[in-house]
């Protein structure tokens, strides 16, 4: 499905959205979600994948810079954690943000996503800069994250902690919500719809009615993937989705990952293990204390001096 004219913003906008997807999916309260009975659709990778991504951009604008920051600073006290550094994300790709334990990363992700004012410098998404931009606007204007340590809903049921996320684009105002108006029947039908769709997408969607704090550790870190895609970003950012999980399971989050960008999303990825960076990424930004000292592609990051000598003490297997 490609945005047509009039397709706005709000996803809710768009009648076709979820047009291959039933009208009401009747989701079960408790026990393994049979995800073909509620809506046969949703074993459709296809109408999934829609569903998902209902406008998708790419394709026109590939390559052209999503994100860039320009000198981009934080300090805390006396220390810099983040020194005056530029870098860009273009429209399409996985680019990987990688360094040392305490190098900047995350505060990289903080400054980007309106948690951290930077110090100096500026973060422009969107040819636009986003100084003055609050956290929940940095939402709306396409920029999702998730936690190096993970942050769920631990009481509220997998399927309901996404339909929290697609919230964030709701049209419908607080007296619409009390009055339950047409429009947020229709919302709320079309969120629990994408949600399904969502927790499809990453994996989950027979555990749609479990409790967060009740899934695997592995199952909690796709559902945080799957709440960050309900508020339909452009970019996506992955702070260590990895952390934790064993070879097989990080083979298969690669795998998600790449379907995300296929999807239509520009992914930032940060993460530690050097194997899921290099099998994955298109570019690589390396930090160190702070600074940006590698901006490469995956096999000329592996051959840099500056980045070798960064991860010394790193077995080599890891690096290689
Ligand atoms: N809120 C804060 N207040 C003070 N110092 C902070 C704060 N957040 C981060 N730092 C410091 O800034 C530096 C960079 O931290 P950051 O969390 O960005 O590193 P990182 O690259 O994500 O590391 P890791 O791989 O361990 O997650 C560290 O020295 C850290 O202690
Ligand atoms: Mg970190």
Do not use: W
């Not at 810079?65 to 300090?75: D, I, M, Q, S």
Request: glycine fraction near 8%; hydrophobic fraction near 45%.
């Amino acid at each position: 499905m490609t945005a047509g004219p009039g397709a706005g913003d709000a996803m809710f906008d768009n009648e076709d959205m979820a047009a291959n997807l039933a009208p009401e999916v009747d989701v079960p309260t408790a026990g393994v979600v049979d995800v073909a009975a509620i809506d046969p659709a949703l074993v459709d990778p296809e109408a999934v994948a829609e569903a998902v991504a209902p406008q998708r951009e790419i394709e026109t604008a590939e390559g052209q810079a999503l994100l860039k920051t320009e000198g981009l600073t934080v300090r805390f006290g006396g220390l810099v954690a983040l020194d005056d550094v530029s870098f860009e994300i273009r429209r399409g790709e996985i680019l990987g943000l990688i360094g040392p334990n305490g190098a900047g990363k995350t505060t990289c992700f903080n400054a980007i996503t309106g948690v951290y004012k930077p110090s100096a410098g500026r973060v422009m998404f969107d040819g636009e800069p986003l100084a003055k931009t609050k956290r929940n606007e940095i939402t709306r204007l396409g920029i999702a994250r998730t936690f190096q340590n993970i942050r769920l809903f631990g009481e509220m049921t997998a399927l309901e902690n996404v339909v929290v996320g697609t919230d964030a684009r709701h049209r419908t105002s607080v007296p619409g919500a009390i009055f339950r108006t047409r429009r947020h029947r229709r919302e709320e039908r079309d969120a629990v719809a994408r949600g399904m769709a969502l927790l499809e997408f990453v994996g989950i969607a027979p555990r749609a009615v479990e409790k967060a704090k009740n899934l695997s550790y592995g199952d909690q870190r796709r559902l945080e993937i799957a709440r960050a895609l309900a508020t339909e970003p452009k970019l996506l950012c992955l702070d260590e989705p990895a952390a934790g999980f064993n070879p097989s399971e990080k083979s298969a989050l690669m795998d998600l990952i790449r379907k995300i960008r296929d999807d239509g999303f520009t992914v930032l990825l940060i993460e530690h293990d050097m194997r899921l960076v290099m099998g994955v990424t298109d570019r690589i930004v390396v930090l160190e204390f702070g600074k940006k000292i590698a901006d490469d592609l995956p096999a000329a990051i592996r051959e840099n001096p500056a980045v070798i000598a960064a991860y010394l003490g790193v077995p080599d297997d890891a690096i290689a």
